[in-house]
C-alpha cells in the first residue's frame, strides 16, 4: 500500500518542516509514504475564504486518481486512539487498498463541493490546529501507528 | 493570572524546543507564561515504568504549591474544542485564579497518586501523543486560546 498525505500550502520553514522530514524519513522503514503539496493559490490575498476554499478545492481534486482511498482530515471526522487508528491502517492494507491518501485543506479547511464528494473524515483532535501543525500531528500518529502494528518501541527523540 | 506548564524530563533539541520557545514568545503578549523543567529522573533507565512514575511524581509534587489550580494533561481528560478551551480559561482568569498549572506527565504519564489528587484533566486529543509533542500541542493550544479571547487573526507562521 501506498499512503500519501496531500496538503495544500507549501510547508512553511522552521519546525514543522523539520518534524515532516524526521518522521517522513522514519516512516520510510514501514511503508512508501510521501507528501504531495499542492502550490499555494496565486495572489490568494485578493480573495475571499470561500472563494479561496473553492479555488483550492479544484486543485485537490486534479491531484486524485480514481483509485485512490480519500481521507479528510477534519475536525468534525472520527476521532480514533492511537491503536484504533493502527488497526484502520492495518484494516485498509488487509482490503488491498493500493492508495490511501489523507488530505489536509488549506488555511480555511475544505469546501461543502470536497466534503460531499468525501465523506471518510478523521479528526485527530476536536481542537482546532492550524493546517500547517496537522501536518505535524498526522504523521506523528501515522508513525506511531506503524511502531504499534509492529511492536516496536515508540522512540521519541 | 500565570500560566504554567510543568513538565517531565528536559525538552528534546530541534522541533519541540523550536516549537515550544517561538509560542512561549508570542503568549508573552497576552500573559505571564512559563515552562518549568522537572529534570530527567537519574537511573532512570534501571528502573521499571512503574518506580519511575513514582519518582516523578515525588518530584512533580515538591514543584507544586497550595495556591497552584492543578489540571493535568492527560488522554482520559476532557476534551475541549480550542473555543471551549479559550473559554475555560477566560473562567479561570474570571474566578481570580492567581496561578494557573497544567502538567504533562513523564514518558509513561502519571502514577495513580496524582491522579486520585488532582482531577481535572484535558485531553488534547484522543490520540496518544508523545509528552515531548503534547508540549508542543498544549502551548500552540493556549496561543490560539488567547487569540480567540483577543479576537485577533491566528498567526500561522
Redesign the interface.
Known sequence: MNIKLLVVGKT?K???S??TE?YTKRLKHYINFKIEVIQDVKNASSLSSSQLKEKESELILKHISEEDYIILLD?KGK????KE?ASFIQQKMNQSIKSLVFIVGG?FGFDEKIKQKYTNKIS??????????IR??FI??LY?AFTILKNEP?H??
Chains 1, 2 share one sequence.
Open positions: 512553511v522552521g519546525f514543522v523539520e518534524a524526521e475536525e476521532e480514533f486512539s492511537s487508528f488555511a485527530i483532535s476536536r481542537m482546532t490546529f492550524s493546517h500547517q501543525m505535524v500531528l506523528e500518529q506511531r515508540y521519541n527523540e
